[in-house]
Nanobody, 119 residues
Framework: QVQLVESGGGLVQAGGSLRLSCAASGRVSVGWFRQAPGKARDYVAA????????YYADSVKGRFTISRDNAKNTVYLQMSSLKPEDTAIYYC????????????????WGQGTQVTVSS
C-alpha cells in the first residue's frame, strides 16, 4: 500500500511561486494532477522513479518543475510564474508501473492541496 501526503498549497499573487511536496512511500512513478471547479482533472507533470525522467503538460512547461528526493521519498512540484488559471486543487498520484500522463492509470492518490492564484 502506497501512502501519499501532500503539502505546500496556499494563496499567491499572479507571478508568484509555490512549491508542493508529495511524500510517497515505496518506489513508484508519481504524477501531479489538478482540478479546477467545474472542470475535469488535468495532468500537470510526472516523474519516473526508475529513470528520473520528467514530463510536463504544455500549459505548465517552462514554469513548473517536478523533482524528487529519493532519500526523503518525496516528490516536489516547483511552480513559478503562476497565473490565475493555475488555480485548482492539486493532487499527487502514484503507480508501480512506468510513468504515464493518464490519471486513470494511477492507483494511489493524495488528499489534494488547494492552490489559489489571485490576479
Amino acid at each position: 500500500q502506497v501512502q501519499l501526503v501532500e503539502s505546500g498549497g496556499g494563496l499567491v499573487q499572479a507571478g508568484g511561486s509555490l512549491r508542493l511536496s508529495c511524500a510517497a512511500s515505496g518506489r513508484v512513478s508519481v504524477g501531479w494532477f489538478r482540478q479546477a471547479p467545474g472542470k475535469a482533472r488535468d495532468y500537470v507533470a510526472a516523474i519516473s522513479m526508475s529513470s528520473g525522467s520528467t514530463y510536463y503538460a504544455d500549459s505548465v512547461k517552462g514554469r513548473f518543475t517536478i523533482s524528487r528526493d529519493n532519500a526523503k521519498n518525496t516528490v516536489y512540484l516547483q511552480m513559478s510564474s503562476l497565473k490565475p488559471e493555475d488555480t485548482a486543487i492539486y493532487y499527487c498520484a502514484a503507480r508501480s508501473g512506468p510513468v504515464t500522463t493518464v490519471s486513470n492509470s494511477y492507483y494511489y492518490w493524495g488528499q489534494g492541496t488547494q492552490v489559489t492564484v489571485s490576479s
